[in-house]
């Protein structure tokens, strides 16, 4: 009897659980479709700043100056037009975002095995290329003592193949929070897709670097949501590592709270970052 009357609580408990998690995937899928609208209509629409409201150019610099100096020399130009994220970051976030996207139409969505011991040697090398260049960089700005000449070509280089490198354990962390995940599968074991990967890098790097003044547009718009798309992942992340700990999303549905959380402190970032370096350096 008394072992019928606990299953009936614990079945009772489970409903009332269910019913608050659909709640709030309910509330979550309701705020997610009136926060991105609303973002961007004052994004577009409202006179910032007051006093002389800037372009929907100047917005987008504006947008991104927070995770990105935009330094005189370090920018990439389209017919003397020059994109608002820096060659190496330009190269970064497009970079890792074509490796995804490459990845995922590969079929690696849910694959959660560990990559390929080749590869984090790859990794380990083009992290320790991208570190030498950055200081190389930085010290001929600031100190005129660079090894060899600061070049755009080597930051745009160095920025698509770190990224590129930088979309596998992305991918792999997300397909580990999922239920559904394959746990035999490695997320990257190829060199066949190492080389399609390095082409198609070389692909998007012959654009940015091509200086075409009708591509101005779409890369601004690609590197844009680029750097978009890898901050609210990475924020996405942090939220179901501080809040999930190391339970795995049962359905598309549990995302929703996580991922409108991540939304808001994502935007947050934009903003609150961009607005420290204004007031810091302009």
């Known amino acids: 009897m008394e072992k019928k009357e606990h299953e009936i609580v614990q079945r009772a408990l489970r409903q009332v659980q269910a019913r608050r998690e659909r709640r709030r995937q309910t509330l979550a899928r309701r705020g997610l479709l ?6 961007l209509l004052g994004f577009f629409l409202l006179p910032l700043p007051l006093t002389q409201p800037w372009s929907l150019e100047q917005r987008v610099w504006a947008l991104v100056h927070g995770f990105c100096a935009q330094a005189p020399g370090h920018m990439l130009s389209f017919g003397g037009r020059e994109l608002p994220l820096c060659a190496r970051d330009s190269g970064l976030y497009l970079g890792a975002s074509l490796a995804m996207a490459y990845l995922l139409l590969r079929g690696y969505g849910w694959a959660a095995g560990r990559p390929a011991r080749w590869f984090w040697r790859v990794f380990a090398l083009v992290g ?15 100190f005129y003592a660079s090894i060899y000449p600061p070049h755009n070509a080597l930051r745009l280089a160095s920025g698509l193949l770190l990224g590129m490198c930088l979309a596998v354990p992305l991918l792999w962390a997300l397909s580990l929070s999922f239920a559904a995940r394959q746990p035999q599968r490695s997320v990257f074991n190829s060199w066949g897709d190492l080389l399609a990967l390095l082409a198609l890098e ?13 591509l101005y547009v779409p890369l601004t718009v690609l590197t844009v949501l680029a750097m978009l798309a890898l901050l609210l992942a990475g924020v996405f992340l942090w939220i179901l590592l501080v809040t999930k700990g190391k339970q795995v999303l049962e359905s598309c549905g549990q995302v929703l709270p996580a991922l409108f959380w991540a939304s808001v402190i994502s935007a947050a970032l934009l903003a609150g970052l961009s607005a420290l370096r204004y007031l810091l350096v302009g």
Not at 34 to 39: T, V
Not at 128 to 142: K, M
């Open 128 to 142: 320790l290329f991208f570190a030498v260049d950055v200081l190389n960089s930085v010290a001929g700005d600031r």
């Open 34 to 39: 009136l926060f991105w609208p609303l973002l």
């Open 202 to 214: 070389g692909l998007a790097g012959l654009l940015l670097w091509s200086g075409w003044p009708f």
